[in-house]
């Protein structure tokens, strides 16, 4: 088994780069949720709408199990998940915004997620101990989130008219973000990646796109030859830009701040 990471002993560089890892991967799944629960009734189904919100629930709580990962860097998740502006999330940028129609959403579903899990994986597998106690029950979760997207994405892509269309336009807007995302190669993303909390860049893009590769092909998508969004924040390890604020008022809880319990 991989030797298990000195959190205390990291210098305060690579102390930064871990918080920044652990930001992303949190900030991205409860962006995620937000996403899924966008759809809880605007869904083509009523059974499609449940499954939604099953996996919007999957993501918060994923989520919270992330932020919680902050405190062995003697960090407050408490702090970070409901006191931080839009400008400072490090989401992935491909859920800044609400999916305009539902082949937006079965696009994200695939590729988002399919980043997210992708990232996951490796984070499991790495020296970063809270990582490997609780991130293979999420992977378990996320198999159902990988089942329902690619049957909806196959479903979309062998109709014709608008759907079809509208799919392969959010698969193109998506793709560079996500791929940007996953194959960072700054200095905290090879700060982590020497450290073996996860995978270099180079190994988590070539599994991204085996994952996506013969699903995205159904839209006449060539995942190896798309390209990577241009332009990086590296202080929050993701293209610039931010989610909007009514997506973070809901994620801070701002309209049920007076109700919470410690």
């Known amino acids: 088994m991989t030797d298990v990471l000195d959190v205390d002993s990291l210098p305060a560089v690579d ?5 920044r890892l652990i930001l992303t991967l949190a900030d991205s799944k409860r ?13 083509p189904s009523i059974e499609t709408g449940i499954a939604t919100s099953s996996m919007a629930q999957d993501e918060w709580g994923h989520a919270r199990l992330v932020y919680a990962m902050l405190k062995d ?26 999916m305009p129609d539902w082949a937006a959403l079965v696009a994200a579903m695939v ?12 984070f499991a597998e790495g020296t970063f101990e809270s990582a490997r106690g609780r991130v293979p029950k999420m992977l378990a979760e996320e198999e159902f989130h990988a089942s329902l997207g690619t049957a909806w994405y196959r479903r979309l892509a062998r109709s014709e008219g608008d759907a ?31 450290a073996g909390v996860i995978g270099p860049a180079d190994e988590l ?23 990577a969004t241009t ?5 929050r390890g993701r293209t610039p830009g931010h ?15 007076a109700l919470f319990v410690e």
Do not use: C
């Open 111 to 122: 590729l988002v997620d399919g980043a997210l899990t992708t990232a996951l994986a490796s």
């Open 15 to 19: 102390r930064r780069a871990l918080e």
């Open 164 to 194: 079809r269309r509208l799919l392969i336009e959010a698969t193109e807007a998506m793709l560079p973000d996500v791929l940007a995302w996953l194959g960072a190669d700054d200095g905290p993303a090879r700060a982590v990646a020497n």
């Open 205 to 227: 893009l070539a599994a991204f796109r085996d994952r996506v590769r013969d699903v995205v092909a159904l839209a006449d998508i060539d995942v190896d030859r798309a390209t």
């Open 73 to 98: 860097l003697d960090i407050d998740p408490v702090a970070v998940e409901h006191d931080r502006s839009p400008e400072e999330y490090a989401s992935i940028g491909a859920l800044d915004q609400e």
């Open 231 to 235: 332009g990086w924040d590296e202080a």
């Open 31 to 43: 962006l995620m949720g937000i996403r899924y629960s966008d759809w809880l009734l605007g869904a």
């Open 243 to 257: 989610p909007d604020e009514h997506a973070v008022e809901r994620v801070r809880g701002d309209k049920n701040r």
